[in-house]
Structure formats: C-alpha cells, structure tokens
C-alpha cells in the first residue's frame, strides 16, 4: 500500500490545514496498526502463543472440551463388543422387590444368581458402609418388648451382612469405594487395594489426590477380592475424563474398571510406566493402556444402548440366559430413576454412572480409548503460529475476497484436521485455541487493513482536493494565457479596415485551452495586405508560447522589410527563420503560408515553409485549385535557407482559402481523417459564395458534424481571402 506524503509529513492528531484526524490517522492508532497492521498482529500473537502454556485457563479448557464434546457428538463410538454386561437394579427390579436399599440377603442372592452364570469377575457399583437395618439381630431388638421369644429366634439367625460376605468370599467380586476429598467421618484414610510396580518415578504427585475412601462395612470389604474407585471427572457437569489410577492417602489405588480386568485375568498386581512429568500408560497383565499424566483416560464415548443391560430381578429369578454373562465381566448397579445415579456424557445424553464403568471396558477391549499425546501442546502451538503467521503476512498484501478465502481455508483445514485425526486415529488435537486465534488475528489484521485503507482513503481525498484546487488554479491560468494569446491575433474578420476591395475571415480553434495555431493580417501600405497562417509544431501551453513568439517576430520582420514587390515576402522568410530559430531551446518549430495581396492589381507574391497549399476558388471554375509551389521547409528546420517567393494574379471574385493540418486530420469516433477530399467537396458547394465569411462557417461547420462527439486531437485554423477587384 503507498504512503501518504502529507500524512506521513505531519506529526500530532491535526494534519496540514487546522482538520482533526479520523481514527485511522490518529497517532495511537497509525503506532498499533503501523506497517498495514503486521506490528499489531505479531503482538496479538506473541500474546495468544503465551496463552497457550496455560493449560489450565478456563477459556482454554472450556474451548478444548466443547471442541473434543462436538467431535463425540458428530461421530459416537459404534459399540463392536460386549465385554462387560450390567445387571441393573431398575424400575422394574424395585418395583417387585421393594424399594431400595435392599436387604443384604437380596444382595447376596443377586450375587449368588449373578456367580451361577460363571463370569469373569463381578463388580458392585453400590457402597454399603452402614449395617443392613433389615438384618434378623436389628429386628430382634426392635420387637423385644413386644415378643421376647420371637427376637431370641431372630438374634440367633444369621446377620445379613455376614450372608452377603460368604457370597461375596464365593466369587469374584471387586467392590466400589468412593473417593473423598477431605478426612470426614466414616471415610477411611487407607485401605485394602490392590498394589502397583511403578516403573520410572513416583506419578502419585501428578495423580488425583483423594484424602481417604468410603467403603462398605469392613466384613464386607474384606470378604472382596478387589476395591477399585467410582469416582469419575465431571467437568462442566460432564464426564470426559475417568481416572484409571489415583492416590488416596498418598496410596495407588486403581479405578473400578481395570481391578475387575485385574481379577479377570487372576493377576496379582498393576504396573505403571511414569516420566518426570506423571503418568504414561498402565499395565493390566499384557494389556497396555495409555494414560494421561495424572493416571485418566479420555473416555470414547458411544450411545446409550439397552442390549449392555439385563434386569437384577430377572437375574434373581434365572430368567436370563447364562450365556449373557458367562465368561464376561457382570457389573452390578443402580439405573433406578429415583435412585440419582446418572451422569452427562459428551453425546448429551444422561446415563447411568454404572454405564460408563462398562463403556470404559469397551474401550479398552477395542483399544478405542482417546488420546492426546503429550507433544500435541507443542504441535498445536506450532499450528497457532504457523495460522497467524499466513494471516499477517497475506492478509495485508491480499484483496478482501482472498484475504477471506485464507482465513477460510486456514479455519477449515484445522477443523478438519482435528476431525480426522479423531475419527481415523482416535486422538485429540485442540485446533479449538489456534482456530480462536486464527480468527482473533483475522479480525485484528481487517482492522489495521481497515485503518491503513480509510488512513489512504482520507489522504487521497486531500490530496484530490489539492489537485482539483491546482487544476482550477491552473485553468484559470490557462483561460488568461488563451485570453492573452487570442488577444494577440487581429480580429477575425478585416471589415475594419472598410476596404470593399477584399474581404477577409478567420477562425481558430484550440484542442486545448490553447494551441499552436497561428494567423496573422495587416496592410503594409494603402494598397498592399499581408496575411499569413502559421501551425507550431505540438500542443498546448509550449506551443502556445512558442507561437506568440514566431507570431511577433514574424510581423516584426514583416514591418521592418524595405523591399519591393516579390522579394519582400521571401525576404521576410528568411528573416523571420532566422530570429525565431535563435532562442529555441526546446527545437520546435513551425509551418507557415504567408502572402503579400496587391488590392489594385490582385497581384499575389507568396511564400510556403512547409506549410499545407491553400486552395483557390472562383464561381467560374468547377472546382477549387490547389495553389502548389515549391514549399521550402518549416521554419527553425534549416538554419540560413534562402526562402523564393512566387506569384499569382487574383482575378476578381477569386478567393483563397488557408488551413492547417486541424482540419484535414479531424477524426471521428471510427478512426477515420476528415481527409483533403471532403474539405474539397465543402469547398466546390460554396464556390458561389459571396464573402468570405460563409467560406469559413461552411468548412467548420463541417468539420464539426464530421467530428461529432470525439475530442479534438489538433488546433484547426481557417483563413480565407476574396479579392473583388482593385476598384475602391
């Protein structure tokens, strides 16, 4: 883009002429937006660039969140296995059994039902760390007063607790803890959990932290094979992310999910792989799974799905198939409406808490977990200032149109991008932060292509304003120079000498304000006329001056000759060649048909320096008549040239007719030259003219029609002379 002279040359907010700025020339605003915005966008840059290593800020994460939530919601995981089944205590189940909670009897039954199917490993998503008020010892206290026997019979059965133990000591079974974050009463600071073979530093700094546990009764408890978390990471209220492995208490202790895959593979242990910076993966026997620094897992959420569910009270009732759940990893929790147990995932639906227990196995049977390598931070940087960089240098030096398109094309190939990685490689990139930056720099780059274009916009203004001041200064100027140079030409008609013998007229017209044209008529005594028709060679103001020029030392050398006859025009020829030729700088120079009438005899001596032959017309001949000679060359061409004169002899009623090159070189809008041919077929319908006068209105007037509407590319310039006859 240029610069603007007048604006770069002032300083402060008030430019030449006392006008305050606009917005875009203030100096606050020329210092941000300076150098068509670049300065400003490498600023915003820089500044969005340090953004990025806060990982943590809340715009980042909510963008990150909303962006990884619309690629699940666009594209949900397609459930391709069954390794878990949920056995859920539903409507259904509370509807025939009672409402909830259950007797632990019930419970032991549904895990005595469930171990029948010979599954896997069982999981109960249900935390009961109060006794059962149901259990035959409670009740015997509540009726002793009323029937003493009937509470001894009961304190003497077994403790529903102590029932649901042996059947829990039976199976499989892993049971949840919740984590706490603060020591609270009830909840354990430690507990029984499953150890872990740390390979490389300790991740537990890195991990969820948790001050202890809620756990169900320590009978309970200890008669289970496994303890693994509940807790998930609702961000926003959503759950994106699960922790497979946190610390309680400064204790590894695994999620729900992997201890049930621990006690289906019958392994003794975890393993987990750590850097410096946390968590890398855990191990689960041979199965790997990659994990986040702080032991989560991003979870590849699919849709809610009825086939992973089987009711507990069929499953109490053995109306089930055993094939179900055989060999399967059988979870056990509540779906029940009123029971408050649902959690939102990603897709927008509100499922179960036990359901993504049973996802998270989907997952990791299918390898289908999401991901986000450590180093996606810095390619996503790179992306931001890759972007931001395409933006600052084009959008300057691009139309709007394309300046668009780059910031379409830029936005659209990073949502893309994170799409299919997403869809084909199960990894998340945020382009959600450089596509926000690319379109904050966008915004910022139109603003300072905005202020840089309405900065020009204002000073191009001015500086037309100047120019129309200088062009009417300047053609007031010329309108005096043409008023000057009309004002040295004699009159246009020579009636003022009242001399019946001859009558003259002429005409000039200029391309231009004024031109090179020239013609001149004076009486050199009582019976002798000079006239002359000059053309100077170019247009405009130097042709103009250089014609008054020759104009007045043509006349001059003309006044000042003492000779006789013939030999005064060749005389004032070769005079005149010589005194217009001394100052002439610029090498112009010009035509010239002069003429010396005799008003007695009609006698004319004349002279041709280069100069188009005029024509002469009688009535009495058919056709007009070129007065041919030996034209010598335009005057300032050849230094000293010995101009000759000639005669012809008028016969009364004769006239001629002088022109330059204006008229027959007139064009129209087709291209085409008025030409000689047509100024002669003008000529031949005004042979029976009476004056002069009507010679010259017929030749402009036909010039005019012929020109039309085009500009004129050169002075036109007529002269005519009739001689009536020397009788005054």
Same mark, same amino acid.
């Given at each position: 883009? =240029?610069?603007?002279?007048?604006?770069?040359?002032?300083?402060?907010?008030?430019?030449?002429?006392?006008?305050?700025?606009?917005? *875009?020339?203030?100096?606050? %605003?020329?210092?941000?937006?300076?150098?068509?915005?670049?300065?400003?966008?490498?600023?915003?840059?820089?500044?969005?660039?340090?953004?990025?290593? $806060?990982?943590?800020?809340?715009?980042? %994460?909510?963008?990150?969140?909303?962006?990884?939530?619309?690629?699940?919601?666009?594209?949900?995981?397609?459930?391709? *296995?069954?390794?878990?089944?949920?056995?859920?205590?539903?409507?259904?189940?509370?509807?025939?059994?009672?409402?909830?909670?259950?007797?632990?009897?019930?419970?032991?039954?549904?895990?005595?039902?469930?171990?029948? =199917? !010979?599954? &896997?490993?069982?999981?109960?998503?249900?935390?009961?760390?109060?006794?059962?008020?149901?259990?035959?010892?409670?009740?015997?206290?509540?009726?002793?007063?009323?029937?003493?026997?009937?509470?001894?019979?009961?304190?003497?059965?077994?403790?529903?607790?102590?029932?649901?133990?042996?059947?829990?000591?039976?199976?499989?079974?892993?049971?949840?803890?919740?984590?706490?974050?603060?020591?609270?009463?009830?909840?354990?600071?430690?507990?029984?959990?499953?150890?872990?073979?740390?390979? +490389?530093?300790?991740? %537990?700094?890195?991990?969820?932290?948790?001050?202890?546990?809620?756990?169900?009764?320590?009978?309970?408890?200890?008669?289970?094979?496994?303890?693994?978390?509940?807790?998930?990471?609702?961000?926003?209220?959503?759950?994106?992310?699960?922790?497979?492995?946190?610390?309680?208490?400064?204790?590894?202790?695994?999620?729900?999910?992997?201890?049930?895959?621990?006690? #289906?593979?019958?392994?003794?242990?975890?393993?987990? &792989?750590?850097?410096? +910076?946390?968590?890398?993966?855990?191990?689960?026997?041979?199965?790997?799974?990659? &994990?986040?620094?702080?032991?989560?897992?991003?979870?590849?959420?699919?849709?809610?799905?009825?086939?992973?569910?089987? *009711?507990?009270?069929?499953?109490?009732?053995?109306?089930?198939?055993?094939?179900?759940?055989?060999? @399967?990893?059988?979870?056990? +929790? &509540?779906?029940?409406?009123?029971?408050?147990?649902?959690?939102?995932?990603?897709?927008?639906?509100?499922?179960?808490?036990?359901?993504?227990?049973?996802?998270?196995?989907?997952?990791?049977?299918?390898?289908?977990?999401?991901?986000?390598?450590?180093?996606?931070?810095? =390619?996503?940087?790179?992306? $931001?200032?890759?972007?931001?960089?395409?933006?600052?240098?084009?959008?300057?030096?691009?139309?709007?149109?394309?300046?668009?398109?780059?910031?379409?094309?830029?936005?659209?190939?990073?949502?893309?991008?994170?799409?299919?990685?997403?869809?084909? @490689?199960?990894?998340?990139?945020?382009?959600?932060?450089?596509? =926000?930056?690319?379109?904050?720099?966008?915004?910022?780059?139109?603003?300072?292509?905005?202020?840089?274009?309405?900065?020009?916009?204002?000073?191009?203004?001015?500086?037309?304003?100047?120019?129309?001041?200088?062009?009417?200064?300047?053609?007031?100027?010329?309108?005096?120079?043409?008023?000057?140079?009309?004002?040295?030409?004699?009159?246009?008609?020579?009636?003022?000498? !009242?001399?019946?013998?001859?009558?003259?007229?002429?005409?000039?017209?200029?391309?231009?304000?004024?031109?090179?044209?020239?013609?001149?008529?004076?009486?050199?005594?009582?019976?002798?006329?000079?006239?002359?028709?000059?053309?100077?060679?170019?247009?405009?103001?130097?042709?103009?001056?250089?014609?008054?020029?020759? @104009?007045?030392?043509?006349?001059?050398?003309?006044?000042?000759?003492?000779?006789?006859? #013939?030999?005064?025009?060749?005389?004032?020829?070769?005079?005149?060649?010589?005194?217009?030729?001394?100052?002439?700088?610029?090498?112009?120079?010009?035509?010239?048909?002069?003429?010396? $009438?005799?008003?007695?005899?009609?006698?004319?001596?004349?002279?041709?320096? !280069?100069?188009?032959?005029?024509?002469?017309?009688?009535?009495?001949?058919?056709?007009?008549?070129?007065?041919?000679?030996?034209?010598?060359?335009?005057?300032?061409?050849?230094?000293?040239?010995?101009?000759?004169?000639?005669?012809?002899?008028?016969?009364?009623?004769?006239?001629?007719?002088?022109?330059?090159?204006?008229?027959?070189?007139?064009?129209?809008?087709?291209?085409?030259?008025? +030409?000689?041919?047509?100024?002669?077929?003008?000529?031949?319908?005004?042979?029976?003219?009476?004056?002069?006068? @009507?010679?010259?209105?017929?030749?402009?007037?036909?010039?005019?029609?012929?020109?039309?509407?085009?500009?004129?590319?050169?002075?036109?310039?007529?002269?005519? $002379?009739?001689?009536?006859? !020397?009788s005054l």
């Open positions: 883009m =240029t610069q603007d002279p007048q604006a770069s040359a002032g300083g402060g907010d008030t430019p030449p002429g006392g006008q305050s700025r606009s917005w *875009s020339e203030r100096a606050l %605003t020329r210092a941000l937006v300076g150098g068509q915005g670049r300065p400003l966008g490498a600023a915003v840059l820089v500044f969005l660039l340090l953004l990025s290593f $806060l990982p943590d800020l809340r715009v980042l %994460t909510q963008l990150r969140l909303a962006l990884f939530d619309s690629y699940q919601t666009i594209a949900p995981r397609v459930r391709v *296995s069954a390794p878990a089944v949920i056995v859920a205590i539903d409507e259904k189940s509370l509807n025939a059994i009672g409402q909830w909670p259950w007797p632990r009897t019930v419970m032991a039954e549904l895990i005595e039902a469930i171990g029948e =199917t !010979g599954p &896997a490993a069982i999981g109960v998503d249900v935390l009961m760390p109060e006794p059962d008020r149901m259990s035959p010892v409670n009740l015997a206290g509540l009726i002793e007063r009323l029937d003493a026997g009937l509470a001894r019979r009961l304190a003497q059965l077994p403790d529903n607790d102590a029932v649901l133990a042996e059947s829990l000591r039976r199976y499989p079974v892993a049971l949840g803890i919740a984590g706490v974050e603060q020591a609270e009463a009830g909840a354990a600071a430690t507990g029984r959990t499953t150890p872990f073979r740390v390979h +490389g530093p300790d991740p %537990t700094p890195h991990l969820r932290q948790f001050a202890g546990t809620l756990r169900s009764l320590p009978q309970l408890d200890a008669a289970a094979r496994g303890h693994g978390l509940l807790s998930v990471d609702p961000r926003g209220g959503v759950v994106h992310r699960v922790p497979l492995v946190a610390s309680v208490s400064g204790v590894l202790t695994p999620a729900l999910s992997i201890e049930l895959l621990r006690i #289906a593979s019958d392994l003794p242990a975890f393993s987990i &792989a750590a850097d410096g +910076g946390g968590a890398r993966s855990i191990g689960v026997g041979d199965t790997v799974i990659p &994990a986040n620094r702080d032991g989560t897992v991003w979870v590849h959420f699919g849709a809610h799905d009825e086939a992973r569910f089987v *009711s507990a009270l069929d499953a109490i009732r053995g109306d089930i198939d055993p094939e179900l759940i055989r060999g @399967k990893i059988a979870l056990v +929790g &509540a779906t029940g409406l009123g029971l408050l147990d649902h959690q939102t995932t990603p897709l927008g639906e509100r499922i179960p808490g036990i359901e993504i227990h049973a996802q998270i196995l989907e997952n990791i049977y299918e390898d289908s977990l999401l991901r986000r390598p450590r180093h996606f931070d810095h =390619t996503e940087r790179l992306l $931001l200032l890759g972007c931001g960089l395409i933006l600052i240098l084009a959008v300057p030096a691009a139309r709007a149109r394309m300046a668009a398109l780059i910031y379409g094309t830029l936005v659209a190939g990073l949502l893309m991008l994170g799409f299919a990685l997403y869809y084909w @490689k199960q990894l998340l990139l945020d382009v959600a932060w450089p596509t =926000t930056a690319a379109s904050v720099l966008f915004g910022v780059m139109l603003t300072g292509a905005l202020a840089e274009a309405d900065r020009q916009r204002r000073a191009l203004r001015r500086a037309l304003e100047a120019e129309r001041d200088a062009a009417a200064r300047a053609a007031g100027e010329l309108e005096a120079a043409r008023r000057i140079q009309m004002g040295m030409l004699p009159p246009p008609s020579a009636d003022f000498y !009242g001399d019946p013998r001859f009558s003259l007229q002429a005409l000039i017209e200029t391309a231009k304000s004024v031109g090179g044209d020239l013609y001149d008529f004076f009486k050199l005594d009582a019976d002798r006329l000079f006239f002359m028709v000059g053309d100077v060679a170019g247009k405009g103001l130097p042709a103009s001056i250089f014609m008054a020029v020759s @104009k007045a030392l043509y006349k001059s050398a003309a006044l000042r000759s003492r000779l006789e006859g #013939a030999a005064v025009i060749s005389e004032v020829m070769r005079a005149a060649n010589g005194e217009i030729a001394r100052d002439n700088p610029e090498m112009l120079f010009v035509t010239v048909f002069a003429g010396i $009438l005799d008003l007695k005899s009609g006698e004319l001596s004349y002279c041709n320096a !280069g100069h188009d032959a005029p024509c002469l017309l009688h009535a009495q001949r058919p056709a007009p008549l070129r007065l041919e000679s030996d034209s010598g060359p335009p005057l300032c061409v050849i230094e000293g040239y010995e101009y000759q004169s000639e005669r012809y002899r008028m016969t009364p009623g004769e006239s001629l007719c002088l022109y330059t090159d204006g008229v027959t070189e007139a064009m129209n809008a087709g291209g085409e030259l008025y +030409g000689r041919q047509r100024l002669f077929s003008v000529l031949t319908a005004v042979l029976a003219a009476g004056d002069a006068v @009507k010679l010259v209105d017929a030749v402009r007037d036909d010039v005019r029609e012929f020109v039309s509407a085009s500009e004129r590319s050169d002075d036109l310039t007529i002269l005519a $002379l009739r001689w009536n006859g !020397g």
